[in-house]
């Protein structure tokens, strides 16, 4: 037999009499399975579904009750109404499933069907139930996860649930291993991450489903809400957070009583913040290094490992690009983004991103490990280096920070003792919240939308140049435009090099200047055929900075940007 079928995913008996969920409402296995077996009556078999539940209870049935349809269930990059908004266009008779009626947006009635679940724990054993084993299908990709998005438009990544579930497996037996007494001596797991994301539905569904580790229901953010989450669970219970969650827990110095583990992901953990809450929980933190592609790869526990130790059937050696990794649980092989280093004994360290690695005045630094200074810094409740991309020789770093407002002087001395001088940033952005996800992930499109407001004049003119002008204007790319069939059938999106097209024929075509070079070009959001564009050109002498937005939503969105060089002469 699949051993994948001896487990509460497929509705295993020995399991439906264990708790599944705790909280205000305690679940067994057999009530979650039992009301998604009602859910799914409600549900198209294949449809698509969206499941935008926010408690963990919730989501599971929802969850279940999809899988149960044979439906694709499509898992945003955000919790923003943008991103939906996007994805509920291209998509065919959707379905948004919630849990909250305040969650539904009047905005969505015409681009989905939702669904409300307002559902209690049914008493009763078996006989009060229908039969609930099932046999799943495995290996149907029907599962659409989304990247972040920090370094680009965020990208689809399907899954199938047999790699769904072989990711929790190896995560269950590598935190059998690397926790005293292993996953059983842990009655439950908080979760402050959102499970529609992947390290969320990884640790916080998938891994219950596995394993039988109960869940609770509510997603804590605030220290105090972790603790009380912790005072109110009983024995053992591990805390799924990420670094900015660590960060705060620290700052408010904030105990965690009967702390099994602390499994951490999303961003990078400094080992002395690591070291920190593991003298606040009394137990180990242990960190994901993993992404939306591959799931979990590996882990170490920060405070005391530099090196990571890859999970069960996973395998990473030097590609002629960087490095390759192989898995059972995802689709191989795949790149890794960052540089890594191997040891004998199969651990490796990671020496930077590949597309992190910054040159300013010639010399080379990590973006990631300039970000991890900032974790230490005094005054700094979050903050990153951002470079902004004006083609500029003499660019600088930027330092966008939250928090109290910095004294630019004894920041800079500060940052001066840990970092090269060349780095050092030119300009200090102080907001009241930098614009991250739910999973702490930075878009580059939102901090370039961030720079943008605070620096609108960014970059001086040459003596003796004539002053900057401003050019607007509208464009659409029509639906039956040649160059559309076959660009992603049956869901078309208007390629970039068709786009860029548009945007220079029309400043040719209005300032009868040619465009000599294009310095860069960055594609942040799909546009679709026949949807309204609007393009804003700032053009300084020769330079032009370029942004391209639609309307979605009711909020700009930002398609694409870049800047070109423009020719002296006049195009007749």
Partial sequence: MDALLDTPLAAAERYLDRTAVTGEL???????????????????????????????????????????????????PSGGPTDLALLLQSSAAPVIVVDDAGAIDGRWGGMA???????????????????????????APQVCLHTSGSTGQPQPQWKSL????????????????????????????????????MFGLESSVMLPLATGLAVVDAKPLLPGDVRAAFDDAAGLTAWVATPLHLRALAQAAETLPRCAFVLASTMPLA????????????????????STETGVVAMRRTAAERRWRPVAGVRIASAAE???????????????????AFDADGSFELLGRQGDLIKIAG?????????????????????????????????????????APLDKSAALRWLRERMDPVFLPRTLIHVERL???????????????????????????????SAPSVLDF???????????????????????????????????????????RVQRAKFTAALLPDEPAQCHCGIDGARMNFRVTVARGGAPVLVAEGAATLSVETVS
């Fill in 271 to 290: 080992a002395q913040l690591a070291a920190r809450c593991e003298a606040l929980t009394r137990a180990p933190v242990l960190e994901i290094y993993g």
């Fill in 435 to 465: 614009p991250r996800s739910e999973l702490g992930k930075l878009p580059r499109a939102a901090l370039d939308a961030l720079h943008a407001r605070r620096n609108p004049a960014h970059g001086a003119r040459a003596p003796g140049s």
């Fill in 474 to 516: 509208a464009f659409a790319v029509a639906g039956d435009h040649p160059c559309l069939p076959g660009h992603f059938p049956g869901r078309p999106v208007v390629p970039g090099v068709l786009l860029l097209d548009r945007v220079f024929d029309a400043v040719q075509r209005r300032t009868g200047r040619a465009i000599a």
């Fill in 113 to 139: 069907r939702c669904l409300l679940i307002d559902a209690r724990p049914e008493s009763g054993g078996a006989a009060s139930h229908p039969p609930l084993a099932w046999s799943p299908d495995w290996d």
């Fill in 363 to 403: 010399r080379r630094a990590s973006l990631t490990g300039l970000n991890l200074l900032l974790q230490d810094m005094p005054g700094v409740t979050d903050g990153v280096f951002y470079l902004p991309q004006t083609g500029s020789a003499t660019e600088r770093l930027v330092l966008i920070h939250a928090g």
């Fill in 26 to 76: 305690a679940w067994t296995w057999r009530q979650v399975h039992a009301e998604s077996l009602r859910l799914a009556q409600r549900l198209e078999a294949g449809g698509i579904v969206f499941n935008l539940c926010a408690s963990r209870c919730a989501f599971l049935i929802a969850w279940l009750a999809a899988l149960r349809r044979g439906c694709v269930q499509m898992l945003p």
């Fill in 322 to 340: 960087g490095s390759e990794v192989w898995g059972e649980h995802f689709t191989s092989p795949r790149q890794l983004s960052d540089a890594v």
């Fill in 162 to 197: 047999r790699q769904l579930a072989r990711g929790a497996q190896v995560l269950a037996e590598r935190l059998d291993g690397d926790v005293a007494g292993g996953l059983q001596a842990v009655r439950q797991l908080v979760c402050s991450v959102p499970p529609q994301h």
